[in-house]
Nanobody, 125 residues
Framework: QVHLVESGGGLVQPGGSLRLSCTASGFSLDYIAIGWFRQAPGKEREGVTCIRSTDGSTHYVDSVKGRFTVSEDNAKNTVYLQMDSLKPEDTAVYFC??????????????????WGQGTQVTVSS
C-alpha cells in the first residue's frame, strides 16, 4: 500500500527555519517525481516544488526561490524540504505528493499521485 507521511512542521518565528520530511512506505521514491504543496486558510492549494520533465530538475515557485531547498535520502526513502528565512505568508499546511510535475503552460505544479496527510507550518512572532 502506497503511503506518504509528512512531518517536521511547527511554530517558528519569522526568519527562522524548518525542515519538513516526506517519508514513503510501500514503494521506493527512487525515480518518483515528488512535489511539495501548501494550502493556507481560505486560499487555494499552491505548488511549492515539483519536477521538470524536460531535465528532471526541481522547479520552485517564485515566492520560495532562494529560501527553500529540496533534497532526498534514498536510504531513508525520504524527501526533505528545507525552509529558511521563513515569512508569515509561508504559514500553511504542507503536503507532499507523487507524480508532481511542472507545467510550463500554466507555470504551476500539479500532483496527480498519492498525497500525504499534511503538516502544519506556522510562522509567527
Amino acid at each position: 500500500q502506497v503511503h506518504l507521511v509528512e512531518s517536521g512542521g511547527g511554530l517558528v518565528q519569522p526568519g527562522g527555519s524548518l525542515r519538513l520530511s516526506c517519508t514513503a512506505s510501500g514503494f521506493s521514491l527512487d525515480y518518483i517525481a515528488i512535489g511539495w504543496f501548501r494550502q493556507a486558510p481560505g486560499k487555494e492549494r499552491e505548488g511549492v516544488t515539483c519536477i521538470r520533465s524536460t531535465d528532471g530538475s526541481t522547479h520552485y515557485v517564485d515566492s520560495v526561490k532562494g529560501r527553500f531547498t529540496v533534497s532526498e535520502d534514498n536510504a531513508k526513502n525520504t524527501v526533505y524540504l528545507q525552509m529558511d528565512s521563513l515569512k508569515p505568508e509561508d504559514t500553511a499546511v504542507y503536503f507532499c505528493a507523487t507524480e508532481s510535475w511542472y507545467y510550463s503552460e500554466s507555470d504551476s505544479c500539479m500532483g496527480s499521485g498519492s498525497w500525504g496527510q499534511g503538516t502544519q507550518v506556522t510562522v509567527s512572532s
